[in-house]
């Protein structure tokens, strides 16, 4: 319970942040990241709000009441395999005409007050859901660290696409790594977050280590990848980085060399060039 508040905290803050940018925003076409405008992350953002408030109550039909539920998918999940994310979140966007920014920020306000008032009263607090992804379940932590990943990095979308300075506070950066990327790598398939063309034959172990934060063993087996916690096995690459920085080249905001031109990723070991293949060798929806 103790971990949920925290995200909860974190959460509060990110929220406030986000719909006071949208508020004080115009124009929603604006390009931002990838294909998307300004106003389409505003759209995704609060549709991924809708979707961990109906995860939290084990009901999917708000959510599919916007995005139509795949037939082929078992009850209480969205999509069979992780790739197949990206086809939904498209189909939320042709689906949602809205792209009003204050309108955008109320949603995602209500949507958010909703969630942490339904967490609040949760009894079963540790009890397994249902996550996105079918025959995979997390407690009501991880939704919440999902929720704070949803919000930081779309935050930084929005405010960079608007030119707005924009601070990802570090202690929340590290919160959705070691909360929620690394859980859900644990909870999938070893291959789903692997490129298979670059890991291939590859037999290394980084250790990871989140300043201020967590440390962990990320173990690559010839295309697999196993996230376990630190032990005494032999290290290939040690690698000391930076949370906020991380999380952008994690999701592909930033670019690794300037993260490590600054000093915010780190290597060494056995092997230090290990760590410059780090990034290319992890893909992600």
């Known amino acids: 319970m103790a971990d949920w508040q925290q995200g909860q905290d974190a959460l509060r803050q990110e929220v406030q942040r986000v719909t006071a940018l949208l508020r004080s925003l115009k124009d929603p076409s604006v390009p931002a990241v990838g294909s998307w405008s300004l106003g389409e992350v505003a759209v995704h953002l609060s549709q991924a709000w809708l979707l ?19 037939a082929g998918v078992a009850a209480g999940a969205v999509v069979k395999d992780m ?62 660290y999902h929720a704070l990943n949803e919000t930081v990095v779309h935050g930084y979308d929005i405010a960079r696409a608007a030119g707005r300075p924009w601070r990802i506070v570090p202690a929340h950066a590290a919160m959705v790594l070691a909360r929620f990327i690394v859980p859900v790598i644990r909870a999938t398939d070893p291959r789903v977050f692997v490129n ?51 999380l952008l080249v994690v999701w592909a905001r930033q670019s690794q060399w300037s993260a490590i031109a ?24």
């Open 52 to 70: 961990v408030t109906c995860l939290t109550q084990q009901d999917l039909s708000p959510f599919h009441a916007v995005i139509p539920r795949d």
């Open 262 to 285: 600054k000093g915010k990723l780190m290597a060494w070991g056995r092997k230090p060039w290990l760590g410059f293949q780090l990034r290319s060798l992890i893909r992600n929806p």
């Open 196 to 246: 298979g063309a670059k890991a291939a034959g590859l037999r290394a172990t980084y250790d990871v280590r989140i300043r201020s934060g967590e440390a962990f063993h990320f173990v690559f087996d010839d295309g697999a990848l196993t996230v376990e916690d630190p032990s005494p096995r032999r290290i290939d690459c040690h690698i000391s980085a930076d949370p906020v920085a991380f």
């Open 83 to 144: 790739w197949d994310w990206n086809d939904v979140t498209s189909s939320g966007l042709a689906s949602d005409a809205e792209r009003n920014l204050i309108v955008l920020a109320d949603r995602i306000d209500e949507l958010a007050e909703k969630y942490l008032s339904r967490c609040a009263a949760q009894e079963d607090f540790d009890a397994p859901r249902q996550w996105i992804i079918e025959g995979t379940t997390f407690d009501q932590a991880t939704l919440t």
